[in-house]
């Protein structure tokens, strides 16, 4: 019975998060307060586990979820119902897309999204720069300009992008390098 | 079958290799979807892209399904998106069940930040591979660098973002532009 309101509240915050893993957070906020599965100091954690663990984001929150609340039966019920509404919507959307095509009109949608796609993307590199290049709190907090910039992820970076530029090794080996250095530094 | 199987084991690595979220999943997906196997072009993906964040869900899933579907309709759908979420499932169940402070451990800490960092260059990256497919005249180099900096500076929804790009597109090329 458990297992069937897993399933059915993580369909709900499938179909109405819209823009990402992000948008799961208020959702899972307010399934907090109704539920009582987990507090709101349970949810900070998972937040943090999920964004320091490999995949998507939301998919780590309801697995998390859903093994706090049923073991690992919860933990695989939570996410298919948070991926089932995203499977059936993008499936329809497909099998549309397939049929229409080269329509002149979905051409012309297509030629307006694929601008605003690349910009949202640029949006969202642009937020993890700020987060982990620049220090605003600590720029606030004492005024000097040298505490603005992170100058070991800085430097880390130049050296990723220069790297990238040479050798177009897998991104896998960058990721992996980075988190070694990472871990040497103390970044 | 074999395409079935191939389609989940790629997936099932692009989950484990996904780190801070859908759009790392960007040079990764380009690297073994589109150069490695042909499964998409980088067009493609781009429009997966745009059309997952319009769509409810996860916007990693909304693309796995995209990409499985093309491949081999809806079973193909099915089986990319259950690929790209089980690392997820072990990972999290393993994290749970035996490291309760996880997040806390220094060097956890230390290793995320510098992957943050990777994170950043391969997603300019992408977006400058990005740009070569998308950005092809005016109106769309307009589009791109409005769309920046209302999702960078306002709390307007993507949603919306997206929703007037196809609008302009659609008037532009009704008004006078051609095909």
């Known amino acids: 019975m458990i297992l069937l309101k897993l399933f059915y509240e993580f369909f709900k915050i499938g179909l109405f998060a819209i823009g990402g893993g992000a948008a799961t957070i208020p959702f899972l906020s307010s399934l907090s307060d109704a539920t009582g599965w ?42 298919l119902g948070l991926v089932a509404p995203s ?47 620049i220090n605003i709190d600590a720029f606030c907090a004492s005024g000097i300009l040298m505490e603005l910039f992170n100058i ?10 220069a790297a990238m530029r040479k050798w177009k090794l897998h991104p896998v080996f960058y990721i992996g390098a980075a988190a070694i250095v990472g871990i040497i530094f103390k970044l | 079958m074999k395409l079935l199987l191939d389609l989940y084991l790629v997936f099932f690595r692009m989950g484990i290799v996904c780190f801070g979220g859908g759009y790392a999943l960007l040079p990764i997906i380009q690297r ?15 429009d997966y892209f745009a059309i997952g964040q319009c769509t409810p869900g996860v916007i990693s899933v909304n693309v796995a399904t995209f990409v499985g579907y093309k491949q081999k309709g809806i079973a193909g759908g099915i089986v990319a998106t259950l690929g790209f979420i089980t690392p997820s499932i072990l990972i999290i169940a393993i994290v749970a069940a035996f490291i309760s402070n996880f997040a806390d451990i220094q060097a956890v800490r230390h290793a995320f930040s510098a992957i943050r960092v990777c994170v950043c260059v391969l997603i300019i990256e992408a977006v400058l591979k990005f740009r070569k497919s998308s950005v092809i005249d005016i109106l769309t180099a307009v589009i791109c660098i409005a769309v920046f900096i209302a999702a960078s500076f306002t709390d307007v929804s993507p949603v919306i973002l997206v929703i007037f790009a196809g609008a302009a597109g659609v008037i532009y090329k009704k008004i006078g532009g051609k095909h």
Do not use: H, Q, W
Request: charged share 15%; aromatic share 10%.
């Open chain 1, 152 to 161: 070991k992820n800085i430097i880390l970076f130049i050296i990723l992008f």
């Open chain 2, 32 to 46: 073994e979807v589109v150069d490695k196997r042909g499964y998409a072009t980088a067009e493609e993906i781009n």
């Open chain 1, 87 to 133: 499977v059936i919507i993008i499936i329809i959307v497909a099998g549309f897309l397939k049929r229409f095509r080269e329509n002149s009109t979905v051409k012309s949608v297509f030629y307006g999204l694929r601008p605003a796609s690349t910009g949202l993307i640029a949006a969202a590199a642009f937020e993890i720069v700020k987060l982990s290049l």
């Open chain 1, 38 to 79: 987990f507090t709101k100091t349970d949810l900070a954690n998972m937040i943090a586990i999920s964004e320091s663990t490999p995949g998507a984001i939301g998919v780590n929150m309801s697995s998390y979820v859903g093994f706090e609340v049923y073991g690992i039966a919860g933990c695989v019920t939570a996410t």
